[in-house]
Nanobody, 125 residues
Framework: QVELVESGGGLVQAGDSLRLSCIAS????????MGWFRQIPGKGREGVAR??????TYYADSVKGRFTISQDKAKAVYLQMNNLKPEDTAMYYC????????????????????WGQGILVTVSS
């Protein structure tokens, strides 16, 4: 079984920064594409960022230039969030491509099979 556990969320003001962490068990993060998605209150789930096994990344237009996804020696994946905006308020989920189906440059949630429980990020204006 693959388990993903997120941490690092909280309540911040607009313009502040947060770093979300995702610790994985059951797989090596650097051998699978990893992604961050978010569920915005009253809206559906949307992709935020993805990182390939080779280090390549892909970001949603809404977070380009502000968010950075990275890995740490196959142990964790991070989402550095800078210049946070109220519209970034959401439940953030870490996801893993367990079966190696995510090879394209997109944020297709159906290509990620393992999901964390989510962590809340709230940005006040």
């Amino acid at each position: 079984q693959v388990e993903l556990v997120e941490s690092g969320g909280g309540l911040v003001q607009a313009g502040d920064s947060l770093r979300l962490s995702c610790i994985a068990s059951g797989l090596s993060i650097d051998e699978h594409a990893m992604g961050w998605f978010r569920q915005i209150p009253g809206k559906g789930r949307e992709g935020v960022a993805r990182i390939y096994t080779g280090g390549g990344t892909y970001y949603a237009d809404s977070v380009k230039g502000r968010f950075t996804i990275s890995q740490d020696k196959a142990k964790a994946v991070y989402l550095q969030m800078n210049n946070l905006k109220p519209e970034d308020t959401a439940m953030y989920y870490c996801a893993a491509d367990v079966d190696l189906s995510d090879y394209d440059a997109d944020l297709d949630a159906t290509q990620f099979e393992a999901w964390g429980q989510g962590i809340l990020v709230t940005v006040s204006s």
